[in-house]
C-alpha cells in the first residue's frame, strides 16, 4: 500500500505548519477506504483470505469494506462470503455462508509497520459452528498478517530527489508514538528528523 498525493500533501503542510518534532498526520477514513481498496481489495472488489476467484468449493473473501471508529478502535465493516466444501462429481458438498462482518482492531506502530493487535470480529447477529469458526479465523489472521509498511512510503515520500534541486532529504529517528481512531479520522502522532544535506 502506498500513500496517495492526498495523504502526502497532508503529511507535507503538517510538517511545515508543526513547529514542534511531532506532526500529526491526519487521514480521513474515506480516504483510508479508497486506498484500502485499491491496495487490498483487488480482485473484482474482493480481498480473498483464502483460495482464489477459480476456486469453486473452497474460497473465502471480503467485499465492500467501509471504514470508521468505535469507541476509540478501528473498525471495518464488510461482506464475508465463503465455503469449505469438497468437490463431489462436480457439486460442492460441505458449509458456506455469506454474512455481513464488523472487524474492530487497534493499531500500533512497531517495527516501521503498523500492525493490528486487540482484533474482534463480530457476525452483527448471526450464529453457527461455521461462523464461529470463521470469526476465529478471521481474528488470528488479521492480528497475524496485517501489516502496513508506514516507514518505507514515509521515507520514500520525504527523502524524495527534487528535480535540480542541490540538496538530498534524509529521514532519521523516525517514531509513531501514537495512533488514534477518532470520530473521522485515524491521526497518527509521527516524529522525526527531516535532515537536508
Known amino acids: 500500500m502506498t500513500l496517495r498525493s492526498g495523504v502526502v500533501l497532508s503529511l507535507l503542510l503538517g510538517i511545515f505548519a508543526e513547529p514542534s518534532h511531532a506532526v500529526e498526520l491526519v487521514i480521513e477514513y474515506g480516504a483510508l477506504q479508497r486506498i484500502v481498496a485499491q491496495e487490498l481489495f483487488t480482485q473484482e472488489g474482493r480481498k480473498y483470505v483464502r483460495g482464489n476467484r477459480t476456486a469453486r468449493c473452497s474460497f473465502a473473501y471480503l467485499e465492500n469494506p467501509r471504514i470508521d471508529a468505535d469507541r476509540g478502535r478501528l473498525r471495518i ?54 461462523i464461529r469458526r470463521v470469526r476465529a479465523a478471521m481474528t488470528q489472521s488479521l492480528s497475524r498478517d496485517f501489516q502496513y509498511h508506514l516507514f518505507e512510503d514515509v521515507k520514500r515520500t520525504l527523502e524524495q530527489k527534487i528535480t535540480s534541486a542541490p540538496y538530498v532529504q534524509n529521514l532519521k529517528d523516525f517514531q509513531v508514538p501514537r495512533i488514534r481512531a477518532t470520530a473521522k479520522a485515524l491521526v497518527l502522532t509521527l516524529e522525526f528528523e527531516l535532515v537536508v544535506k
Do not use: N
Not at 91 to 114: E, N, R
Open 77 to 130: 465493516q464488510a461482506r464475508f462470503t465463503g465455503r469449505t466444501a469438497a468437490d463431489l462429481f462436480g457439486a460442492c458438498i460441505g458449509l458456506g455462508d455469506a454474512f455481513d462482518v464488523s472487524i474492530t482492531a487497534t493499531p500500533y506502530y512497531h517495527d516501521g509497520l503498523i500492525g493490528f493487535r486487540d482484533v474482534s470480529v463480530d457476525s452483527l447477529g448471526r450464529g453457527g459452528f461455521y
